[in-house]
């Protein structure tokens, strides 16, 4: 039986024994020593906390056919280009609605690991940028609005494995909140993804020696509608994630390293509704170009980037990607609703 957080091992134990991680879980108003607090006791009374509960996104008004009179850049998914480099918890400056996802000082995790790790706000990455209502297309409110609504797919992401360049094994999909990425040899379980397990006719020794690297791996937890990652192996995950990038400011390719026992929310679904809706206005172009907010990239060990001798994805050993379902579907029925783009599609599109 794995260590865990005491509040969770409680709450479990008590009201929820379903329970996975400390982020299902918010303290009520008037706890003074509640988790999330930092302070150096944390309170363990199971009815100080509250499960989160996932939003409800409202519907996206989608107008059946939309102008749009000038032509937008082509959809680069990030994988030919050199991102900048980030490094958690250095490159993350606070909001203030922003609430540090590592444990407080000296707290053990919930797979046993002492974390010491403290937010550093030495990095100013600026602001996310928004968009001010002038800068949208006016919406002819005499168009037809049709509500798209968001539904739950039943796996809400599916991981595909990659070695340099080249896909290995099959895809999984994942239907639990939780689950491992590793570098074991479970053969048959819903909440493991192991990579121990897949051969590979083409694997030199470079990514052998990887391999033998990731270990336990990371752990995605998908609770609330946000998805986070946390770093369980010895070595750094990278982590790619455009909606996260925008969230912080900075660069939509920036590659983010995650070192051991830390984690980061990598996707948040409210945040994305919000620019969906705003994308809507538009045009299909603009719409279209959210698919790749839907794709993060990770890689076990080694990192690219600009500050990295392998710049791009394709280069590091050993990675996964994964594409978020209920995003992806979402998009595909609002930019069905929209109809065909005014733009003509081309090789370069």
Not at 1 to 11: D, M, S
Not at 101 to 126: A, F, K, V
Request: hydrophobic share 30%.
């Amino acid at each position: 039986h794995r260590k865990g957080l005491p509040h969770v091992i409680y709450c479990r134990l008590w009201r929820w024994p379903d329970l996975h991680s400390h982020h299902e879980l918010k303290a009520i108003e008037n706890c003074e020593y509640a988790f999330n607090l930092k302070k150096d006791e944390v309170c363990v009374n199971p009815y100080h906390y509250q499960r989160v509960e996932t939003p409800v996104l409202p519907p996206v008004l989608v107008p059946r056919h939309t102008e749009i009179l000038t032509e937008l850049p082509p959809l680069d998914d990030y994988t030919h280009s050199i991102p900048e480099n980030t490094n958690f918890p250095a490159g993350i400056e606070p909001q203030s609605n922003y609430i540090p996802e590592t444990p407080p000082p000296g707290y053990i995790s919930e797979d046993g690991e002492t974390s010491d790790q403290q937010l550093n706000q030495s990095m100013d990455t600026g602001s996310p940028t928004e968009l001010s209502p002038s800068t949208l297309s006016p919406v002819n409110h005499s168009l037809d609005l049709q509500p798209v609504t968001y539904s739950e797919p039943a796996f809400w992401c599916s991981i595909a494995y990659y070695e340099l360049n080249q896909r290995v094994g099959e895809t999984f999909h994942a239907s639990q909140p939780s689950l491992t990425v590793d570098g074991f040899t479970d053969p048959s379980n819903s909440e493991r993804f192991c990579l121990g397990l897949l051969s590979n006719v083409n694997r030199n020794a470079t990514v052998e020696m990887t391999r033998r690297h990731i270990g336990r791996g990371v752990r995605l937890y998908y609770i609330g509608g946000e998805v986070f990652a946390e770093c369980l192996s010895d070595s750094a995950i990278f982590v790619q994630s455009p909606n996260c990038n925008q969230r912080y400011g900075w660069h939509p390719a920036t590659v983010c390293k995650i070192p051991p026992g830390c984690n980061l929310k990598i996707f948040n679904n409210q945040e994305f509704a919000a620019l969906l809706a705003q994308s809507v206005n538009q045009g299909f172009e603009a719409v279209y170009q959210l698919t790749r907010m839907c794709t993060i990239r990770m890689s076990f060990v080694k990192g690219w980037g600009a500050e990295y001798r392998r710049q791009t994805v394709t280069s590091t050993p050993c990675w996964i990607e994964l594409h978020l379902n209920g995003p992806l579907q979402w998009l595909d029925k609002v930019l069905t609703q929209m109809g065909s783009p005014s733009v003509r599609c081309s090789s370069m599109s």
